[in-house]
């Protein structure tokens, strides 16, 4: 029997993964694109926990190799419940599906898992109901994930996420001020869709090609802008894709009066940084 674990999977966190779990070995995954609570979670959930490609490659990495994704718009989302049941047989590929216990579908989010098994058994699928995961009696929801980032809890988020919160982009041409300081930095543009951490400095590694670097990033949500500082790494990397994972927030931004006294500001943070990395 081949099984796919089915949902929108944002963050990819435990509780995502104990449903794919849940679909057995050599099972696939169908999800959702884009993610369903963008159109219609309102302002606070246009930015995503990953985006489409970190999914995709995260799949990948944990040997997902048959990854099925579909549609969803103003017309899937008003999509009867049985309808939708009839989509998922006329996929061909499953004999079942995994769902997580809070799963909805269907116009309006009317179907529930219930719904689910009761329409799928007409077409001769079954479905496993995976129960919620918990951390430390904290739940594992994306939504908990997204409000611990926003506060700066990388180290709880990435409890929840079962792995380091991180962000992947492009590395882009800046003003090159940093290295008029001293501290050249990777001026890596992500996504606008990406949810990235408070404005601030951040303890990071970097992912340069198959190396992973201890490093300092500062991050500026509204420009969709991670600059990150690699001591001792002075590549070209204009173009290249390079990936940072948030290990811990060290400040928020501060005025500055001189350029002496910034650089004694990325000074201290690249030193706090080396600290806090030193414990991974």
């Known amino acids: 029997m081949t099984r796919a674990a089915l949902g929108a999977f944002d963050g990819l966190h435990r509780g995502h993964m104990k449903v794919i779990e849940a679909a ?3 099972g696939g995954v169908v999800f959702f694109e884009p993610v369903p609570r963008q159109m219609f979670g309102g302002l606070s959930w246009k930015k995503r926990l ?3 490609a970190e999914r995709y490659e995260l799949l990948r990495d944990n040997g997902i190799s048959s990854i099925i994704t579909l549609p969803f718009d103003r017309v899937t989302a008003v999509t009867p419940p049985q309808d939708f ?3 998922l047989a006329g996929i061909g590929l499953f004999d079942g599906f995994a769902v997580g216990y809070d799963f909805r579908f269907g116009s309006g989010a009317s179907g529930g898992t219930d719904t689910l098994r009761e ?3 007409q077409t001769g699928l079954t479905i496993t109901v995976v129960e919620p995961e918990d951390v430390d009696g904290v739940p594992v929801k994306s939504g908990k994930i997204r409000e611990l980032i926003l506060s700066g809890d990388l180290s709880s988020a990435s409890e929840l996420l079962g792995r380091a919160y ?17 501290f050249p930095t990777l001026n890596i543009r992500v996504p606008a869709s990406k949810l990235l951490p408070l404005k601030g400095s951040y303890a990071t590694f970097a992912g340069i090609g198959c ?20 001591p001792g790494f002075n590549g070209d990397m204009y173009g ?16 500055v009066g001189t350029e002496a006294m910034l650089k004694k500001l990325i000074k201290n943070d690249l030193k706090r940084s080396m600290e806090v990395l030193r414990e991974w």
């Open 24 to 26: 057995g070995p050599g």
């Open 50 to 52: 990953t985006t489409p």
């Open 85 to 87: 049941c009839r989509l």
């Open 119 to 121: 329409c799928l058994q």
């Open 166 to 182: 991180g962000a992947t982009g492009v590395v882009s041409r800046g003003r090159g001020y940093g290295r008029t300081l001293g």
């Open 211 to 230: 190396e992973r670097y201890e490093s300092v990033a500062f991050v500026v949500p509204e420009r969709n802008l991670v600059e990150v500082h690699v």
């Open 240 to 255: 290249a894709r390079v990936s940072v994972e948030f290990k811990a927030f060290i400040r928020a931004p501060e005025q």
